[in-house]
């Protein structure tokens, strides 16, 4: 079992920054991939960034290149998001995810065995 604690989320304005945390107890050593998704209301669960295990890669939808930046601090057991250059559709509950088994892609939800209660992120224009 893992467990995956976010925090970090708020209301701001349109052009902030806001930085994510992700961290995980239990049985830290099978995590391979963690990500970030993200559920806008209405909305499917969109993938947002991964990052392996160790910090060796990390992917990022489009909509967040050059804005979001995906990082990890092993020794803390912790997953950072840095958000900056918000825009209001942005707004959503960002959850953190793990993944303890390989999978063939880490865009997919399904692919993840540990998912985060969510915090809330929500900018305004």
């Known amino acids: 079992q893992v467990q995956l604690v976010e925090s970090g989320g708020g209301s701001v304005q349109a052009g902030d920054s806001l930085r994510l945390s992700c961290v995980a107890s239990?049985?830290?050593?099978?995590?391979?991939?963690t990500a970030w998704f993200r559920q806008a209301p209405g909305k499917e669960r969109e993938f947002v960034a991964a990052i392996t295990w160790g910090g060796g890669s990390a992917h990022y939808a489009d909509a967040v290149k050059g804005r979001f930046t995906i990082s990890e601090v092993n020794a803390k057991h912790t997953v950072y998001l840095q958000m900056n250059s918000l825009k209001a559709e942005d707004t959503a509950v960002y959850y953190c995810?793990?993944?303890?088994?390989?999978?063939?892609?880490?865009?997919?939800?399904?692919?993840?065995?540990?998912w985060g209660q969510g915090t809330q992120v929500t900018v305004s224009s």
């Open positions: 995810a793990t993944m303890t088994r390989p999978q063939s892609t880490v865009l997919m939800p399904r692919g993840y065995d540990y």
């Open positions: 239990g049985r830290t050593f099978s995590r391979m991939v």
